[in-house]
């Protein structure tokens, strides 16, 4: 499951109390957020599902593959005779989008997302990593900067490749408030894991939010972000420093990835190294790519690297 997973850095989360499963909560002006009962290392609390409006309502990430989590959701919103007009998936990990396959066979409600598992790059099922959805398939694609007309509000759609190739926000521009799906989380850091994960595609989409008005980020995990372009440049901060890091490691000599990560992630437990070796992998494509290091053959992840 490719989301985040908590490091020691210098970014300040905010720390949300244990959530409420199975109900609908108000988390901003025409804004509700019910959480799938799927915590773990890598989802925090769980999936946070959104519904935004009243009476026709748009719904964000279904989450993943629990009938209970549906049923809760579909329950909420028949208590206050609502219906579900549009379906938002903002990429396709398996605690983001499976729960799209439930919600179809008890709604009409189209499915709008920027492509199947691997789309931006690889096209569909593309075998890629594990924690993807390949069955999903959106009935509408989107692109970015596209308008999606709702019942009384409008959705922007904002691409952001990086976590994930189909990787996409939404945006409520009358609040500036903006879904962040795993782009930016409320908890961790993101996980970048190559190939669907880039890290020149991730920085990127991180330093386009700096360029917004957005008020206010709702995550898919963890807490809400109020100061969006504090938030998001201490994230572009730390992911310099883990390539100076990175640097600083390779200034002793060449060395491969697994070599490196125990000393750039002495604090975090090993069981978790695998995933930060991911991540580092991403730092060192991108670096290579930029000339910044060197390799004797492909830049694969058991590869030894060295400094220019």
């Not at 989450?63 to 938002?88: K, S, W």
């Not at 924690?131 to 019942?151: L, W, Y």
Request: hydrophobic share 35%; aromatic share 6%.
């Amino acid at each position: 499951m490719l989301c985040g997973w908590s490091i020691p850095m210098a970014i300040a989360y905010k720390h949300e109390a244990a959530v409420e499963y199975g109900k609908l909560i108000e988390v901003a002006p025409n804004v509700r957020r019910i959480v799938a009962h799927n915590p773990s290392a890598f989802t925090y609390h769980g999936t946070g599902t959104y519904v935004i409006g009243r009476g026709k309502v748009a719904v964000i990430d279904p989450g993943p593959l629990d009938q209970a989590h549906v049923d809760a959701l579909l329950r909420g919103l028949a208590e206050q005779h609502e219906q579900i007009t549009h379906v938002l998936v903002t990429h396709t990990h398996n605690d983001h989008s499976p729960a799209t396959r439930l919600l179809k066979a008890r709604c009409a409600a189209p499915t709008y997302a920027f492509g199947p598992h691997g789309e931006g790059r690889y096209g569909a099922g593309a075998e890629i990593e594990e924690g993807a959805d390949r069955e999903f398939a959106p009935d509408i694609k989107i692109s970015d900067g596209e308008v999606i007309e709702c019942s009384g509000f409008e959705v922007e759609c904002v691409y952001t490749p990086g976590h994930a190739q189909n990787h996409i926000c939404f945006g409520l521009p009358e609040q500036k408030v903006l879904f962040s799906g795993d782009h930016v989380m409320g908890w961790s850091t993101t996980v970048v894991s190559p190939p669907d994960g880039d890290m020149g595609d991730y920085l990127n989409s991180l330093e386009r939010l700096l360029t917004r008005d957005d008020a206010k980020l709702l995550p898919t995990h963890g807490a809400a972000i109020d100061d969006p372009k504090v938030f998001v440049q201490s994230l572009i901060d730390h992911r310099q420093a883990r390539e100076q890091q990175i640097i600083a490691e390779l200034k002793h000599g060449p060395s491969t990835i697994a070599g490196i990560v125990p000393r750039m992630y002495k604090d975090v437990a090993s069981w978790l190294h695998p995933i930060a070796e991911r991540s580092v992998y991403a730092h060192v494509l991108h670096m290579h790519e930029r000339g910044v290091i060197s390799s004797d053959g492909e830049p694969l992840l058991s590869t030894e690297y060295r400094l220019r």
